[in-house]
């Protein structure tokens, strides 16, 4: 039986990375809840009083403005580490 053949390239091995953590800064996650909580709060309030003084001149803008909300305490949530 032939005899195999010795390996011509060194293993490869990755290259180090740096041990650090990522950490989050301190205002993230706060932000981050607080606009949920504002975009899920502006949406029910419209549809719980639409007749409010402020937010019947907004008519159906309300859902765009508490979307944007929620969708900005999501886009935060991508960089929460």
């Known amino acids: 039986m032939p005899k195999s ?3 011509k390239k060194a ?3 990755p290259p180090q990375r740096s041990q650090q953590v990522k950490v989050s800064p301190r205002w993230l996650a706060p932000t981050m809840v607080v606009a949920w909580i504002i975009g ?3 949406i029910a309030i419209y549809y719980v009083a ?3 003084p402020f937010f019947s001149d907004l008519q159906n803008w ?3 403005i508490g979307f944007v909300f929620i969708i900005f305490g999501v886009v935060l949530s991508t960089r929460w580490r």
Request: aromatic share 14%.
């Open 5 to 7: 053949k010795a390996r």
């Open 40 to 42: 899920i709060l502006w």
């Open 62 to 64: 309300n859902l765009l």
């Open 50 to 52: 639409p007749q409010a």
């Open 11 to 13: 293993v490869y091995t």
